[in-house]
């Protein structure tokens, strides 16, 4: 399973745009890059998956450049519900999937 | 269509006592998986079950662990004779097919005293 490297926290405010960029350099072919969200006590929660150029969903944005090495989450208008640790997992759908990689994450901090 | 039940939310044991943490999947899903997460760290892959079987288990301790997801009930994560070491937040997720996305449940938080 490819390893991931995300900063380990990012501070934002109520209505800005939030870009969390995930490191993946030795991403495989098939692998997907999949971001989860976790809030205190609960646990992840999917948010958003993608192979390659840009996904989109009511949630966020994912931003896959051609060489697949890198991705970047990003979150429109946050609000302080969105304070939270995000996740950024690679792995093949039909194999790596069935156990979840998860590294200590991006913690997110939003203020008003 | 309720989500992933996971019993007892909290559960408090003392060293040497065993401890049951059960996962109810989500409805139609028969792949279950659980994961350990200890403070201020990422979850870490534990097992991987269908029903009747173990598919993967290569993140389980080799002693003192043991899960099981029998073809009627709840999936059930049982660790007997338990450390302070054990005591973490143990997380069930279920999926439709094994390359599905997983739904998490909300966790037991197991203390050891």
Not at chain 1, 11 to 17: I, P, V
Not at chain 2, 5 to 33: D, I, T
Not at chain 2, 75 to 81: H, K, N, V, W
Request: proline letters at 6%; charged letters at 20%.
């Amino acid at each position: 399973l490819a390893k991931t490297t995300q900063p380990i926290s990012m501070d934002s405010y109520e209505g800005q745009e939030v870009n969390i960029t995930c490191s993946h350099n030795n991403i495989a072919t098939n692998d997907y890059i999949t971001w989860y969200q976790q809030f205190p006590s609960q646990g992840p929660r999917f948010i958003i998956q993608g192979y390659k150029t840009k996904v989109t969903n009511e949630v966020a944005s994912l931003f896959i450049p051609a060489d697949r090495k890198s991705s970047t989450l990003s979150l429109p208008r946050v609000s302080l519900s969105d304070t939270a640790v995000y996740y950024c997992l690679v792995g093949d759908p039909n194999t790596g999937f069935q156990k979840l990689v998860f590294g200590t994450g991006t913690r997110l901090l939003v203020s008003p | 269509n309720a989500g992933v039940m996971q019993n007892p939310r909290h559960l408090v044991r003392r060293r040497g006592q065993e401890a049951r943490l059960r996962c109810s999947p989500m409805k139609g899903h028969s792949h279950v998986y659980w994961y350990r997460q200890l403070p201020e760290e990422g979850l870490k892959f534990m097992v991987y079950l269908q029903k009747e079987n173990i598919i993967d288990e290569s993140g389980m301790p080799k002693e003192r662990f043991s899960a099981e997801f029998p073809k009627e009930g709840p999936s059930i994560l049982r660790i007997q004779q338990v450390v302070r070491g054990d005591s973490a937040a143990y997380f069930c997720a279920s999926s439709r097919e094994s390359y599905y996305e997983q739904y998490f449940g909300p966790g037991t938080r197991l203390t050891v005293t």
